[in-house]
């Protein structure tokens, strides 16, 4: 997604790079469906077995962690087993409808959740470099200040010594 991942993907990976999207000035739904569709088309036809996506996290203004997540084979967390105190549950769908439906979308929301973070660093990144701008133009204005009051009160104090020299000489 993006340029600057198509970039370095050319440069590793030239033979093998399948397609790019540009994801615009805000990430959106559709653009995280249109990777997603592709994904799953290209993983069905058993073109590709594994599906990793590599993003920046956004943990904080300064913090931004690059973090890798595989998405294809979905990797599952177990907690453990869960005590049902018995109870049994029914599926409507049956689970195999069920996770038909549901794993598309997890890919497509995992994407965009990824495509979020990315952005959100990068306005971090911006709003940092912005203010570190602001700031190194206030402490050039205050050293430009000083060395123009400098030449002036220099000015002055000659002017006052030629005024004093002159009344001298008279």
Do not use: H, W
């Amino acid at each position: 997604l993006g340029r600057k991942g198509r970039d370095q993907l050319c440069r590793l990976y030239g033979e093998r790079y399948v397609a790019s999207y540009e994801v615009g000035p805000s990430p959106s739904l559709a653009n995280a469906q249109k990777v997603s569709d592709k994904i799953t088309e290209l993983f069905e036809a058993g073109e590709i077995d594994v599906v990793t996506v590599v993003f920046s996290k956004f943990k904080s203004v300064v913090i931004q962690t690059p973090t890798v997540t595989q998405l294809i084979p979905a990797l599952t967390v177990s907690g453990g087993t869960i005590d049902l105190k018995g109870a049994a549950y029914e599926y409507e769908p049956d689970e195999e409808a069920i996770l038909e439906t549901l794993l598309p979308r997890n890919l497509t929301t995992q994407l965009l959740s990824a495509m979020l973070e990315n952005q959100a660093g990068f306005f971090a990144a911006q709003m940092a470099a912005m203010d570190n701008a602001t700031r190194n133009a206030g402490d050039m204005i205050a050293s430009l200040t000083l060395q123009y009051n400098r030449s002036r009160q220099a000015q002055i104090t000659k002017e006052l010594i030629e005024i004093i020299s002159g009344a001298e000489a008279l």
